[in-house]
């Protein structure tokens, strides 16, 4: 396997871009290309120069999702 500029020690970074949805007082909600679903974060967490508005497209790197530790339902006694 070939290393690069955008390999991850942690898995695969994708990158995806969206739509500003909605822009709360704390939060924004963004709609990504290709039904690939939603995100919602604190306001505080985009970078730019200009406050976020609806309508402006966003990028961002997402890896994989891993499960760290399993679930274990426990019984009721």
Do not use: C, W
Request: proline share 5%; hydrophobic share 35%; charged share 25%.
């Amino acid at each position: 396997m070939s290393k690069n500029q955008y390999d991850d020690p942690m898995g695969n970074l994708n990158y995806l871009q969206g739509t500003i949805m909605d822009v709360s007082d704390g939060g924004v909600h963004i709609s990504f290309f290709g039904r690939l679903g939603e995100l919602h974060i604190p306001k505080r967490m985009i970078i730019s120069d200009k406050p976020a508005k609806v309508g402006d497209i966003v990028g961002v790197m997402l890896t994989y999702p891993e499960v760290i530790e399993e679930y274990e339902e426990k019984e009721n006694n």
